[in-house]
């Protein structure tokens, strides 16, 4: 298990907390000195405790829906070969940004222009896992959350994890409410969607980097870049690379809900956890989908009997939620919050 100093903790969690924050500005917020910000952040690149990523606004690319997909393989196919087979599948289908494995347990998260890309997605997984494929394939149970019918907290947030496992004395983050997004397809010109691809596939890359990738000066990329910012087409996310520091488990949650309860009154009064300590959360009126990552298998038990009590205790719950476990230690990660096929599908395909 990693451990860290203080100074490098206020750091990870002024990262986390917003990933646009200079050295400067988090050198400030906790008394430490520029030159020490900026060497713990280097540092922690260096050493994959964290990673950056651009989030793209998925709505405002002409995306409708977002999937969900969880499922389990028979276990007969050996583990490695399971993994080479959805490893491919992952890279034949761009609209999957998130997904990893555990055993024969199967999970992604996906993205798509229409029901049509939605329905070709399911053809395309049934179409592959055939043949000397077949004995890799998981029983996928799908659930799609369309933006105009649903809310979320489309931009991952660790914030919250990374307070509560530092035990931080500061002010922690501001909770990060699932709210509902408009899709539009905003008209962007070819430079633009070109260097919108190249900021995505490259977060880290300077804008004189990006100016090599797109054959612009790279005074036009700043102004594109800043116009994309502005217009909220993507937004600067810091991951805490969390199973390197040890953390024990991801549980995704996937309840069904009580449609006699308004669904504003369930999220107005739900226990400010479900939210704070879900790292990406998708939610309608009938389901959601929240995923937490736990340091202990102690803390995924103590949590969820607090959680549950209030769900059973106000009637929300249809049925029994059901609650998928990935021990980090034996899962893949297939993909971890990578954007750049997916918008470059969207943009230039």
């Given amino acids: 298990m990693w451990k860290f100093l203080d100074s490098e903790r206020l750091v990870i969690f002024g990262l986390t907390e917003n990933a646009s924050r200079t050295d400067a500005e988090i050198a400030q917020l906790f008394n430490l000195k520029k030159g020490t910000v900026a060497s713990i952040r280097r540092r922690l690149l260096d050493a994959g405790a964290i990673a950056y990523v651009n989030v ?22 050996r583990t490695d070969t399971r993994i080479s087979h959805y490893m491919e599948f992952c890279n034949r289908n761009p609209q999957i940004f998130n997904a990893m494995m555990s055993g024969t347990s199967i999970l992604m998260f996906t993205a798509f222009k ?26 996928i149970s799908s659930t799609i959350f369309p933006f105009a019918l649903s809310r979320g907290s489309y931009v991952p947030n660790f914030a919250s994890i990374v307070h509560r496992h530092f035990q931080l004395d500061c002010a922690p983050p501001k909770s990060v409410v699932p709210a509902s997004s408009e899709v539009v397809s905003l008209d962007l010109t070819g430079t633009e969607k070109r260097t919108f691809v190249a900021l995505v596939e490259n977060p880290l890359a300077s804008d004189r980097k990006i100016s090599e990738m797109v054959g612009l000066s790279r005074q036009a990329v700043t102004r594109v870049r800043n116009k994309l910012l ?36 369930r999220m107005k009064s739900e226990p400010r956890d479900v939210v704070d300590l879900s790292f990406f959360t998708l939610s309608k009126a ?30 929300a719950f249809e049925d029994k939620p059901e609650i998928t476990l990935f021990p980090l230690e034996r899962c893949t990660e297939l993909r971890t919050f990578e954007y750049g096929p997916l918008v470059r599908h969207l943009l230039l395909e």
């Fill in 56 to 77: 793209p606004a998925f709505s405002k690319l002409g995306c409708e829906i977002m999937g969900f997909h969880l499922g389990a393989a028979e276990p007969q196919e």
């Fill in 114 to 139: 229409n029901a049509t890309e939605y329905d070709a997605f399911g053809q395309s997984y049934n179409s592959y896992f055939t043949g000397s494929r077949r004995a890799s394939r998981a029983r």
């Fill in 230 to 265: 502005d217009e909220g087409l993507f937004v600067p996310v810091c991951i805490p690379r969390l199973y390197k520091w040890g953390f024990e488990i991801c549980a995704v949650a996937h309840p069904r809900f009580n449609m006699e309860m308004p669904w504003d009154k």
């Fill in 286 to 315: 009938d389901e959601s989908v929240t995923s937490y990552l736990l340091a202990k298998y102690s803390d995924y038990t103590q949590q969820l009997e607090g959680i549950l009590a209030w769900y059973h205790k106000v009637g």
